[in-house]
């Protein structure tokens, strides 16, 4: 098998296991399922450091057998998603780097490479945020968005290696595409955790936190990592249309064209401005800030994928 | 904004007053606000007042730039005029009442629309509206003190308690040596020492602001006084840079036709190669001009290799290789048996395998004038579908025509269009059965005319490359601005103000100190461990387990993840606090 065979064989496989991933965490979720955080509190240490934390426990016995276990069946769920994220990542890695080998260059030469490329980095992320502060509670929707996005790839975008037209031939372009592969990642974190803070802040405003739900941190900590992950992402991404410009004045002539890709980056970072800039407004901060946020990823997608495939313009990305 | 509020704010309540302070301070006089002007109507000054207010205020910006986001949209999806005229006209040719309808609200053109101009200028005014009160509480709060020490430190979102034996002045002494250490900005006061820090935050969002008004200057800038032109050039030929030797251009309102740089430049040969493995074939891999270029008349000429990242930069004009293709080399001879034509003609590619169209005129044939129009195939191949290139690169070209003539005409200084005929006035030739008659040349071959009209020899064929000639003024000041923007972002999103205080006083024959500590933005971590760790410095801190449940009652900082507890329920870690 040559470098490009591998890849291609470990990229499908990594989204089989993505998909096993997505499938234990979903079986994380289900089984917390009318369980009440407050019945499993056993460790009488934990009272003391819990204080203050959403439904803690006052009366260590009030644990029944029945419960520990399903709670014990909650975290093994989740225990063997990170698991299979781990094995899925890995392979994923091993993917992409490999098909730089196969094609002798960064792989992000076209949709299929950035895309997977990308999803690395948002996985990367995610398993970050599991290792250094035990933070497991993204795993769902990151394995959801892994297993659809490298399957997109895979069915869809996918091209065989090759090597890059000569309007990519520039350092402009290699930090264009990285910073916008990494802005991009850092900018799905921040979505999925925006869903996450929405449906949980919904509870927590209706007094029904239970499940799942109730593990998760507060809506305001989720909120405060969705703001931490827009906030790494929004200079990065203005680095990126910049870089953009700079490698269009010199292919081009021109920096700034109104090409269709152009004009939906800029609307883009437009609507993540509008984002930070209702972070700081009354009445806009929380629900409102969070709905922008998706507007924006939305966007996003919309000029990666819908832009390439519906408008034709000068990126030679565009039309896969 | 200012960051002078003395009391201790809620972290919520930070953003609000950020956004009063937005406006300038001024609050507008709202319904059901008692404002001065009481019931009666405003006069014209404070209704100005208030529009002025409202316009700059931080959800006017909000709702501008939201819809200057989605004013965008139509540009992205329908084709634009200026990139791409063809597509429009077919467009609506499509879609006619759609079309006619987007046409005249401007949907075709976006960006040079008057509802688009109005938002964005709309606001940059709201920007600028935003800027000037800013920057003047700013550099007011910079002059001042850090804020007066709260009197109940123990109600801040982090506090910590010490005891010490020095006096009350060496503490305060060594926190404020401390502080400094930590780049706080540092006023002992007498029973205590106020630190704050992080005013960069304010300076990099209002430098980033400013720089999005200086962008604007230098886009427009470029706009008004720059030009692109555009120029075909086939290999072995020269151009001179002038207004007339330009095919077609586009100048802003100030450009100066005399001012463009008196340089000359000819191409000596130009590659291109192409895929031809079974990936991506045909797509190009390869595009190098070779020029020779003379700076002014008399400067000693210089070679050059334009590539396509590569652009040629003379005298503050640019060069850059936007397009080639071919151009078949022909021969006429008229009627009279004289060659009338001898030269290449550029032809237009139409498909990304460079079938190519154009029109041969020979004007100058007698008695008839004769003149061709056809197609230049790089790699031709004839089946069901008719004669079509199969590939960009010239391995088998031909050059396929069809036949005019038509009486001697006065030369009338119209410009025409250089890739095709206008066959008003001529015939077509045709055959003995009444079809046009069809031309098909290898390189070396001639055809006669029927009826003894002349011929038509390929001699062979060039390459073309598109040149496109453009200055930009202003380019610099737009980069910088960039970078100024890039780099005012990074300051005011990550550099994070804070305030503590250090309070001593003797008790019980010992010095108890008291340190408090506030965010003034979201998403800074640390807060405690920088407390609890200069309260450690400055004297025995207090039974870890209270200030737990201290820190339980005031409820601020405490909202760790649970799933994090839920860890440790198997591992039985220790709660470590905070974490990144
Ligand atoms: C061209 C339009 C504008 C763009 C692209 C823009 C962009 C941004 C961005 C990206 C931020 C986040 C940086 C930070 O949090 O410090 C920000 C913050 C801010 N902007 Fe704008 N802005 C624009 C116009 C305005 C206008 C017109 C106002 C005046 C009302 C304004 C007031 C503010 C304020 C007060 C903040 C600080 C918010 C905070 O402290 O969190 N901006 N702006």
Redesign the interface.
Known sequence: MDFAEVSNTAMVMAAVVYLFAAIAHAGEWSAAQGLD?RE?RT?P??E????????VVEHPDAADPKVERAWLRV?KLGRSGVALTVVAFAVHAVAVVTRGLAADRFPWGNMYEFVSTSLLFVVAVHLVLVL??????LGLLTTMLATVGLGLAVTVFY?????L???L??TWFLFHIVAAAVSGAAFNVGALASILYLVKARAERRGEVRGYL?????A??ID?LA??AH?FA??LW??TI?AG???A????????????KE??S??TW??Y??YL?????????GTGAAV?ALVGVV?YWFNFIG?NL??SGLHSYAGI | MSRDTAAPVDRTDTTDAVEADAVGGISAPQQGDPAPTGARALRPVEWLRWLWTNLTSMRTALALLLLLAIAAVPGALLPQRPTQPFEVSSWIEQNPTLGRFYDSIGFFDVYSAPWFAAIYLLLFISLIGCIVPRTRVYLRALRARPPRTPRNLGRLPAAATATADEAVADVLERARVELRRQRFRVDVREDSVAAERGYLREAGNLVFHLSLVVLLVGLAWGALAGYRANVVVPVGQGFANTITSYDDITSGGRFDPESLAPFALTVDRFTAEFETGPVQQGAARVFEADLTVTEEPGAAPYPFRLEVNKPLAVGGTDVHLIQHGYAPRVTVTDGDGNTSFSGVVPFLPQDGNFTSAGAIKAWDSRPEQLAFQGFFLPTAVVDEQGPRSVFPDAFEPQLFLNAWYGPPREENGVPENVYSLDVTGLTQITSADGDPFRIRLEPGQTVELPDGRGSITMDGWERWVKLQISRTPGLGLTLGAVVAAVTGLCLSLFVRPRRIWVRARREDGRTLVEVGGLDRADARTGLDEQVDELAGTLGTREDEASRQAQGAGRGTTGDESSPRRAEEHDGGRDDGGERD
Do not use: C, N
């Open positions: 955080q499993r460790s240490a934990r003391l450091v819990g204080a203050g934390g959403p439904g975290e250094r502060a035990g933070q497991r509670w091209v065989d290696v090759a090597p037209v000569p309007s031939h520039s109730a593990r998760l941190p507060s305001k900590a405060l703001y931490r906030a929004f200079p203005t680095f910049a410009a700079i490698w004045q010199y292919a081009w002539g021109r920096f700034w064209g109104w090409d269709p004009t939906m800029l609307v437009v609507l401005a509008v800039h209702a972070r700081a407004t009354a009445g806009w901060r922008i966007a832009i519906l408008v």
